[in-house]
C-alpha cells in the first residue's frame, strides 16, 4: 500500500504553505504530493490569500522537488482546452524528471465557473461528452510519434495537424479518472486511464465502485493492468484527545470522521487501511486539510506508514 498526500488548497494556502506540504511530504518518505484544481473555496472558510493555479504550482514543485510524485485530483476538463492541458501537463512532466500524472475529471462546480467567467455547460451529459473527447485528445497528442501529426474530429474538438510537441518525460504520464457513477466513468476508465480512484466513500462503496471498473476492463478486452484506489480525509491522533483536536481544527466532529473517513490513533489507521488493501485498494491518497500542521503527517510517516507498506 503506498500513501499520498492531498491536499485543498483552495480551502486557503500560499504556494509557500504547499512548497512546505510538498517537502514534507518528500522528506517523510510518502509516494506523491498532490493538489485539488479548484478555483474557489468552498464551505465557512474565507479561503485566503485566494486560490492558486494547479499546473503553476505543479511546475514550481517539479523544480523545487526531487522524488515525490506530483498530481491533481482532479484537473477539471471544464478549465482548460485540451491541446494546452496537454501541452502544460508535458511540459512539468519534463521538468519534474519523469513525476508528473495526470488526475481527470469532468468538472462539477459550477459556483467556480460562474465566479470566474468560465463557461459551464449546464448537462453533465455535455460536460462529460466534452470530457471523453478531451481524453481522446490529449492522450492521442502525447502518443503521436515524433515527425507526425495528430489530427482529431470531434462534436466539441477538432484539431488539425498538431505535432503533438512537447513529448513528456514519460512514455506517458499516467491518467487517472474517479467518481462513483455506475455506467460512464468505469468505461472511460477501463479505455483511458492508468489509475480508477474513488474518493470519500466508505469501505463497502468502494469496493462496489472497484467492481463495476473490473467489469469494465474485461468487458473491454483491456490486458494493461489498473490501478485502484482510494481517497480519505485524515485525522490522526495519538490518543482521543488528540484525535479530537485535530478534527475540531477542520471543522468536523471525531466520531464522524470515524465513519468517513481515515480517523483515530495510528492502529485505528492501520485496521481501515487494511480493509481498503483487502478490497483492492494499491494506493491510498491522504486528504489533508490543515496544511499547518505537519506534526501530523510526522506521526503518519512514523506510526503508520511502516504498518502499511
Sequence with gaps: MRLRIFTEPQQ????DTLLA????????????????????????????????DAWI??????????????????????FRHPGPLAISVAQVDRMSGGRVELGFGAGWFEAEHTAYGIPFPASARERFDRFEEQLDVITGLWGTPL?????????????????????????????????????????????????????????????????????????????????YSAAQVLCCGRDDAEVARRAEAIGRAPEELRRNGLAGTPEELVDKIGRFAEIGAERVYLQVLDLTDLDHLELVAAQVAPQVA
Design 57 to 78: 504550482t505543479l511546475a514550481g514543485l517539479a523544480r523545487e522537488t526531487s522524488r515525490v510524485r506530483l498530481g491533481t485530483l482532479m484537473t477539471a476538463a471544464t
Design 147 to 227: 515527425g507526425e501529426t495528430f489530427d482529431y474530429e470531434g462534436r466539441h474538438y477538432r484539431l488539425s495537424g498538431a505535432p503533438g510537441l512537447p513529448k513528456p518525460s514519460q512514455p506517458r504520464p499516467p491518467v487517472l479518472i474517479g467518481g462513483t457513477g455506475p455506467t460512464r466513468t468505469p468505461r472511460l476508465a477501463a479505455a483511458h486511464a492508468d489509475e480508477y480512484n474513488v474518493p470519500f466513500s466508505s469501505v463497502e462503496d468502494t469496493a462496489a465502485a472497484f467492481e463495476r471498473t473490473r467489469s469494465a476492463v474485461k468487458a473491454a478486452g483491456r490486458t494493461a493492468p489498473m490501478v
Design 21 to 52: 506540504v510538498a517537502k514534507a511530504t518528500e522528506d517523510l518518505s510518502f509516494d506523491a504530493f498532490f493538489r485539488s484544481d479548484h478555483y474557489l473555496h468552498m464551505g465557512d472558510v474565507d479561503g485566503l490569500p485566494g486560490p492558486t
Design 12 to 15: 486557503g494556502a500560499s504556494y
